[in-house]
T-cell receptor, first 109, second 111 residues
Framework: GQNIDQPTEMTATEGAIVQINCTYQ??????LFWYQQHAGEAPTFLSY??LDGLEEKGRFSSFLSRSKGYSYLLLKELQMKDSASYLC??????????WGAGTKLIIKP | DSGVTQTPKHLITATGQRVTLRCSPR?????VYWYQQSLDQGLQFLIQ???????AKGNILERFSAQQFPDLHSELNLSSLELGDSALYFC??????????FGPGTRLTVT
C-alpha cells in the first residue's frame, strides 16, 4: 500500500527553527509537495521537490532524499502566523497525489 | 486568492436531503479535484476530472457523484445525506501533474 507518515503535532517557540519530517512509501515517485493549512481554510502550496537536495524559499526550506523516501520542511524565524497544519503529499507513478494526515504546528510566544 | 471559486460557502441541510456543490477552476486548468475534510481530520481525496472525463477515484461513497462540464466547472452531488457527511468540501484545480490550487471550500452541516 501507499503510505505517508508525518508527526501528528509539534510545538515550537516564536523566533526559533522547526523541522517537520515526512517519510513516504509510494508506488513510484514524481515529486513531493508541502502545503500549509490554517484551521478552517484551504491548503496553500508551499514547495515542490522532485530532485534530491534542499530548496530554499525565504523562511521556508524543503529537503528531499529519494533514496531514503524522506523529506523535511524547515521553518526559520518562526512567527505566530506559522501556527497551522503542514501537509506532505507525494505524486505517485500514476501522477496521483497521495496525502499525509498533516502535522499541526503550535507556536508559543 | 487561488483563482478557484466554490459555491456556496456554507450549507445547512437535513439528513436524507441532497445538495450540489459547485466549483470553477483557475483559468486554463483542465483538472479538477474534490476533497472532503472532516473536523480535525486530513484531506480525503474523492475524485478527479480532467477535461470532462473522470481521471481518478478515491474514497468516494456511492451516494456521492460528480461531473465536469464543457466549460470545465465541476459539481459534486451528495445525496441521502447523513450526519457524518458534515465536513469541509474542497475543490482544487491544476495544470496536469503540477501543484494543486484550492478553493475556499464549502462547509456542509447536516442536522
Amino acid at each position: 500500500g501507499q503510505n505517508i507518515d508525518q508527526p501528528t503535532e509539534m510545538t515550537a517557540t516564536e523566533g526559533a527553527i522547526v523541522q517537520i519530517n515526512c517519510t513516504y512509501q509510494t508506488s513510484g515517485f514524481n515529486g513531493l509537495f508541502w502545503y500549509q493549512q490554517h484551521a478552517g481554510e484551504a491548503p496553500t502550496f508551499l514547495s515542490y521537490n522532485v530532485l534530491d537536495g534542499l530548496e530554499e524559499k525565504g523562511r521556508f526550506s524543503s529537503f528531499l532524499s529519494r533514496s531514503k523516501g524522506y523529506s523535511y520542511l524547515l521553518l526559520k524565524e518562526l512567527q505566530m502566523k506559522d501556527s497551522a497544519s503542514y501537509l506532505c503529499a507525494v505524486l505517485d507513478s500514476n501522477y496521483q497525489l497521495i496525502w499525509g494526515a498533516g502535522t499541526k504546528l503550535i507556536i508559543k510566544p | 486568492d487561488s483563482g478557484v471559486t466554490q459555491t456556496p460557502k456554507h450549507l445547512i441541510t437535513a439528513t436524507g436531503q441532497r445538495v450540489t456543490l459547485r466549483c470553477s477552476p483557475r483559468s486554463g486548468d483542465l483538472s479538477v479535484y474534490w476533497y472532503q475534510q472532516s473536523l480535525d481530520q486530513g484531506l480525503q481525496f474523492l475524485i478527479q476530472y480532467y477535461n470532462g472525463e473522470e481521471r481518478a477515484k478515491g474514497n468516494i461513497l456511492e451516494r456521492f457523484s460528480a461531473q465536469q462540464f464543457p466549460d470545465l466547472h465541476s459539481e459534486l452531488n451528495l445525496s441521502s445525506l447523513e450526519l457524518g457527511d458534515s465536513a469541509l468540501y474542497f475543490c482544487a484545480s491544476s495544470v496536469e501533474r503540477y501543484e494543486q490550487y484550492f478553493g475556499p471550500g464549502t462547509r456542509l452541516t447536516v442536522t
